[in-house]
T-cell receptor
Framework: EAQVTQNPRYLITVTGKKLTVTCSQN?????MSWYRQDPGLGLRQIYY???????DKGDVPEGYKVSRKEKRNFPLILESPSPNQTSLYFC??????????????FGEGSRLTVL | SQQGEEDPQALSIQEGENATMNCSYK?????LQWYRQNSGRGLVHLIL???NEREKHSGRLRVTLDTSKKSSSLLITASRAADTASYFC???????????WGAGTKLIIKP
């Protein structure tokens, strides 16, 4: 089954404790992206990757890191989480051609709370 | 990237009625996409309409695109309780690998 898998789905952590949210897709997609969704602010892009070893900042990259060492995986790293990073996070992937994102496939989301 | 605009923000209708949501964007696009999100879940792609298309159908969904007005609409016919969700448009601009997302329309179908 074609899917994007995120882990963990739910996490409560404390300020400053490094954490990683994993994302894996089994569709051989070149393009992967991380979003955060907050009430009243909609979907905001954090980072995206057009292919292995190619990443770029989205709209709200501060406080986050990503890596793309393999095509299928695109982890989101919070080196020193702060309460303003409490949010619902989504990973998404697509085939992407010619500079266009194309149809995105989303994971089920990771709800992160930073105390 | 700037957020696109959708209206209405919320829509509540009776089961069986049609629901129409509108989306506007600011720059030229390659395509425009519509997604559905059930409460707290991942977004699901519904339909993609290319800039050279004016109308597209998928089951009970009808999407129109007016590039001169930079707007699109999503029509859901014969609504069902299961259509209760938030609906988002996303405009795919040329050559920058980023989507401009609308703020979403929250649709409630009353039984």
């Amino acid at each position: 089954e074609a899917q994007v898998t995120q882990n963990p789905r739910y996490l409560i952590t404390v300020t400053g404790k490094k954490l990683t949210v994993t994302c894996s897709q089994n569709m051989n997609h070149e393009y992967m992206s991380w979003y955060r969704q907050d009430p009243g602010l909609g979907l905001r892009q954090i980072y995206y990757s057009m292919n292995v070893e190619v990443t770029d900042k989205g709209d709200v990259p501060e406080g986050y890191k990503v890596s793309r060492k393999e095509k299928r995986n695109f982890p989101l790293i919070l080196e020193s989480p702060s309460p303003n990073q409490t949010s619902l996070y989504f990973c998404a992937s697509s085939l992407s051609t010619g500079g266009n994102t194309g149809e995105l496939f989303f994971g089920e989301g990771s709800r992160l709370t930073v105390l | 990237s700037q957020q696109g605009e959708e209206d209405p923000q919320a829509l509540s209708i009776q089961e069986g009625e049609n629901a129409t949501m509108n989306c506007s964007y600011k720059t030229s696009i390659n395509n425009l996409q519509w997604y559905r999100q059930n409460s707290g879940r991942g977004l699901v792609h519904l339909i993609l309409i290319r800039s050279n298309e004016r109308e597209k159908h998928s089951g009970r969904l009808r999407v129109t695109l007016d590039t001169s007005k930079k707007s699109s609409s999503l029509l859901i016919t014969a609504s069902r309780a299961a259509d209760t969700a938030s609906y988002f448009c996303a405009s795919d601009m040329d050559s920058n690998y980023q989507l401009i997302w609308g703020a979403g329309t929250k649709l409630i179908i009353k039984p």
